[in-house]
Structures are given as structure tokens and as C-alpha cells.
Nanobody, 125 residues
Framework: QVQLVESGGGLVQAGGSLTLSCEAS????????SGWFRQAPGKEREFVSV????????SYANSVKGRFTISRDNAKNTVYLQMNSLEPEDTAVYYC??????????????????WGQGTQVTVSS
């Protein structure tokens, strides 16, 4: 079993920055990819970014490309999402997810094996 714990959310003004972390625990983590999704009130959960644990291949949603950066620390089993130039439209609960075995690229929403509980990001105008 794998547990994913997000941290780093909070309230920030537009134009500001936040860094989210997602630590995997519960077993010796050796996964295929870790991704970030977000869900705003009244909207469906949407893909934000994903990174492969081996090789570091990344993918981003068009809405965050150039502003967000995903990275990982294999030794710490932790994935990060650096969010810059935040906009009110980025306000959402952010979830991390893990896919343990190879899949399509980027992995589709339903292909992830584990999900975190989410962390709230609020961007004020």
C-alpha cells in the first residue's frame, strides 16, 4: 500500500508563488509516474502536470505551461510542484497521484493507482 501526503498549499496573492510537495510512503516506492491534478468548486478534476520517476520526462497542461514546474527527489520519494505567477483561476484543491507501472503518456486520470487527500490552493486577486 502507498500513502501520498500533499503539503504546501495556502493562500497567496495573484502573481505569487507556492511549492506543493507530495511524499509517498508505506512501502519502498518504485513507481512509473507521479502527477498533479486539481479540482475547483463546481468543476471536474483536471490534469496539471506529471513526471516519470525514471528519466524525468514531464508533461504539463497548457494552462500552466511556463508557470508551473514539476520535479522529483527519488531519494525522498517526493514530487514537487513549483507554481509561479499564480492566477485566481489556479484556485483549487490540488491532488497528487501515483502510477506504479508503465502506461500511456501522460497517464490518464483513471490509470493512477493511488491518490492523496488534496491540499487547498487559494489565489486572491
Amino acid at each position: 500500500q502507498v500513502q501520498l501526503v500533499e503539503s504546501g498549499g495556502g493562500l497567496v496573492q495573484a502573481g505569487g508563488s507556492l511549492t506543493l510537495s507530495c511524499e509517498a510512503s508505506g512501502r519502498t516506492f518504485s513507481g512509473y509516474a507521479s502527477g498533479w491534478f486539481r479540482q475547483a468548486p463546481g468543476k471536474e478534476r483536471e490534469f496539471v502536470s506529471v513526471i516519470r520517476w525514471s528519466g524525468g520526462r514531464t508533461s504539463y497542461a497548457n494552462s500552466v505551461k511556463g508557470r508551473f514546474t514539476i520535479s522529483r527527489d527519488n531519494a525522498k520519494n517526493t514530487v514537487y510542484l513549483q507554481m509561479n505567477s499564480l492566477e485566481p483561476e489556479d484556485t483549487a484543491v490540488y491532488y497528487c497521484a501515483a502510477r506504479l507501472t508503465s502506461s500511456s503518456w501522460p497517464p490518464l486520470y483513471y490509470e493512477y493507482d493511488y491518490w492523496g487527500q488534496g491540499t487547498q490552493v487559494t489565489v486572491s486577486s
